[in-house]
């Protein structure tokens, strides 16, 4: 009785952590806004890559981008909309809108290190993209960890055609290819895999003493 009347008065854990993020959701959309004007074509999202690499390496942190971060992966998603790419020898047409709020949010949640709960067709794939994309412009790279052969590939072709777009390279770790193969996929902006793969590697990359065969780079960031 007593947890239930401190939760009406206080909240729950999670609801303290919304209330703190939320007002981060009106910085992004006060970004997309301004970028709606500014920012019209590829090459105009690339130059915003680039800008923020250079900050952070200007000593501004992650936080520090984060609004304008997400409110250019927003605009990215906008301008893709309607357009395809070819996969596989196939015409794969973009079958995404831009970003909600909740996606938003949910996004900004990864960032932090929690959990994000979000019901079935709420968007997680695209709201991965989001602190995807943020912690990419470290240059470090970023794993993305799904629980088949068949989603990660399926999830880095989807969402390949934006992390190009953004100007990010897209690599997939599945069961089959060699070593140089998956030293290719790990050395991308941004890597699909299972966490059997990414798990197993980890394992032979510690217990080899051939640093040519060491497949992996130093871990940066991770969204399971």
Sequence with gaps: MLKKIYKKLFGTQSDKV????????GEILKFAEEYSQTI???NDVLAKTSEFKQRLKDGESL???????FALVKIACGHLVGTSWEVRGNQVPWEIQSPYDVQLLGGIVLHQG?????????????????????NSL????????????????????????????LGLSVGTVVAGPEKEARKAAYACDVTYGTNNEF???????????????????ELNYTIV
Aim: hydrophobic letters at 35%.
């Design 18 to 25: 919304l209330k703190r993020v939320k007002p981060l959701v």
């Design 40 to 42: 019209k074509d590829q």
């Design 63 to 69: 936080e520090d981008l984060l609004p304008e971060a």
């Design 114 to 134: 929690n959990i994000a709960e979000m019901r079935t067709g709420e968007g997680k794939t695209l709201t991965c993209t989001m602190p995807v994309y943020l």
């Design 138 to 165: 470290t240059e470090r790279g970023v794993f993305v960890v799904t629980v088949n052969d068949y989603l990660a590939t399926r999830d880095a072709e989807w969402m390949g055609g934006l992390y190009n777009y």
């Design 199 to 217: 798990g197993f590697d980890y394992l032979r990359d510690n217990m080899t003493t051939d640093p040519d065969k060491i497949v992996q780079r």
